[in-house]
Nanobody, 125 residues
Framework: QVQLVESGGGLVQAGESLRLSCTAS??????????MAWFRQAPGKDREFMAAYRWITGETIYAESMRGRFTISTDNAMNTLSLQMNSLKPQDTAVYYC????????????????WGQGAQVAVSS
């Protein structure tokens, strides 16, 4: 089984930054033919696509609402996908999930095969 381990969540003040990391290990996951993504889910809301990365091409896709303050990056040697979050706002409070799937990146949470446990991020005003 593939495991996704997330780190970096916590409580921050509005305007501050956080960097979340997700490291994949185990199973038969092949990075060259796979994609990884970040989603978030606020209380009472659906899981929301943020950004995704395709390993074989280096392509990135972002939800339009995420462009600017949120940036993904990779560390291939450590099988890691990171999410840099800047200028955080109270409405960014949510559980942030790392996900992985075979093939192309998608914006649909239901198409992803593997999930991290979620990292809680709370932004106070």
């Amino acid at each position: 089984q593939v495991q996704l381990v997330e780190s970096g969540g916590g409580l921050v003040q509005a305007g501050e930054s956080l960097r979340l990391s997700c490291t994949a290990s185990g199973g038969t996951f092949t990075f060259s033919t796979s994609s990884m993504a970040w989603f978030r889910q606020a209380p009472g809301k659906d899981r929301e696509f943020m950004a995704a990365y395709r390993w074989i091409t280096g392509e990135t896709i972002y939800a339009e609402s995420m462009r600017g303050r949120f940036t993904i990056s990779t560390d291939n040697a450590m099988n890691t996908l990171s999410l840099q979050m800047n200028s955080l706002k109270p409405q960014d409070t949510a559980v942030y999930y790392c996900a992985a799937r075979r093939g192309l990146p998608t914006t649909d949470a239901h198409t992803y095969d593997y999930w991290g446990q979620g990292a809680q991020v709370a932004v106070s005003s």
